[in-house]
DNA sequence: CTTGTCTTTGCACGTTTCTGCACGTTACTG
DNA sequence: CAGTAACGTGCAGAAACGTGCAAAGACAAG
């Protein structure tokens, strides 16, 4: 066993357990209490974890929160993902596209939402299994390994019964004349069903993609209800899409 | 062996269980220490992997935490999971429960191995999308949140229309007269159903569940092919449940 | 075939990190 | 307040580490 693996052991076992004890993580994993005592104290001033004696206690859940947020950079999805989450009202269906803007959001939903999530994507479904109100569907399907999202003829049928208040689409290009567009034909297919299944279609849309277009079209632009970007996203782009008339929504 | 070929090794051996260690690398390799260190320094200077004292861990902190959540238990569940994996001949259809054990056993897969895998787990799923040849099916349905796996009538109804050669059914307890049991009665209906959709039945039981019942049965013990448990699995146990009729292998 | 260059690998050596023990101190328990 | 368990610190041996260097092999040019 590793030294940095034992740190991360003890933490996912201050997770499920609640509480550790010195002597008997020095049982478990073979090594003197000195070693665990020193492992607890550099956790503890790292902030990891609450010292006591005898053990450790979980670190107060606004610490751990926070590691986690600043752990990650990719600030425009993290904005255009929290406003996403925002437009969903208590008791609706939302279908939920894959993809890492996509995480974001379902990341973003308020922990006392009520709400129905349907995904294709088994990550964001996972994302969800933490969720405490939260219900979530699965749609299942033959897995397409590149963008880690079911699809195919069972995926269709399954997003075939389902209708939805709100879908939200992830694409890899918006362009004012090529409408919406991403790199497969089948993602495409399914993307373009949960369209139709849905009353409204909001586009994730982190800057970068806008003005950019991919192989194959999704829908066109006027069969959504509105863009959302965030702020850094390029003013010229935007307002070529509004231009088109297509409603688009930076994020803070 | 090329040296690119060997970093190749390196990463995917991290990949499957989840920590290299220099000395053993260099062991299995033959190879100096000195040369799996510079391997392991250029690795992490490429952001591949993360460096420690020792030897290296996984860069995504996704990866990492998901091997930490195994627990402190792992090494039955890994070499359970081995020897499960080592079951599964090219071209069958392989259904899979959800939980750890089953994680392991898809990791473990081999990388070769042309194979389809069912499941009604999206972590094994999303496990299996960096999978070069396993054709990888997702059941759909309610999201049973305790143990992340797809439960309910849609779920049911997918599972009905599949036949798979091996099912590897995880379980919390597994006793000579109580049979094989879980915790919930939803998850035994969706176990009950994949076991007679299958072929073949494997159980994946780790040492710690043998001798113990939860409440709801799954299936009698005659119901499946064997259990797969570790070498450490208490010699009474086993031998209570091959006294009662049932094949029990053991992992070396 | 020979020569020169580049890459790879292992070894030597000084440095850093990890770990367990000893010992004195502090915190719980009855 | 006494006894015990847990604690922190300093220390030493062991293991792991990085760096510099030289030998061996690969490879292209001549």
Same mark, same amino acid.
């Given at each position: ?27 478990? %994993? ?9 492992? %607890? ?37 993290? *904005? ?9 009202? !208590? #008791?609706?269906?939302? *279908? ?8 974001? %959001? ?17 990550? +964001?479904? /996972?994302? %969800? ?19 880690? /999202? ?8 399954? +997003? ?10 992830? /694409?890899? #290009? ?24 849905? #009353? ?9 993609? +806008?003005? *950019? ?9 006027? *069969? /959504? ?8 996203? !390029? ?18």
């Amino acid at each position: 066993m590793l030294a940095a693996q034992r740190k991360d052991l003890i933490l996912a076992t201050l997770r499920t357990e609640g509480r550790v004890v010195a002597k008997e993580l020095a049982a478990e %994993l073979e090594l003197s209490e000195d070693t665990i005592r020193r492992d %607890l104290r550099e956790l503890a001033a790292d902030g990891r974890l609450h010292r006591v004696h005898g053990g450790a206690l979980p670190a107060s859940p606004a610490v751990a929160d926070f590691t986690v947020r600043t752990g990650i950079r990719q600030d425009a999805k993290v *904005a255009v993902g929290r406003l996403a989450a925002g437009l969903v009202r !208590p #008791g609706q269906t939302v *279908a939920v596209d894959g993809g890492t803007t996509a995480q974001q %959001l379902v990341r973003h939903l308020a922990a006392d939402l009520r709400a129905t999530v349907v995904t294709h994507s088994p990550t +964001i479904a /996972v994302e %969800l299994a933490t969720h405490p109100s939260v219900e979530v569907i699965i749609v299942g399907g033959r897995l397409f390994k590149h963008s880690v /999202v079911a699809a195919g003829a069972a995926a269709h049928e399954a +997003i075939g019964r389902i209708s939805a208040d709100l879908f939200f689409l992830g /694409v890899t #290009g918006i362009h004012p004349t090529a409408g919406l567009t991403t790199g497969d034909a089948d993602e495409a297919a399914i993307k373009r069903a949960w369209t139709q299944r849905a #009353g409204e279609t909001y586009v994730l849309g982190s800057g970068e993609k +806008i003005g *950019a277009a991919s192989a194959f079209e999704v829908v066109p632009l006027d *069969a /959504v209800t509105a863009v959302l970007t965030d702020a850094d996203a !390029p003013e010229r782009g935007v307002a070529e899409l509004r231009t088109a008339g297509v409603e688009v929504i930076r994020a803070g």
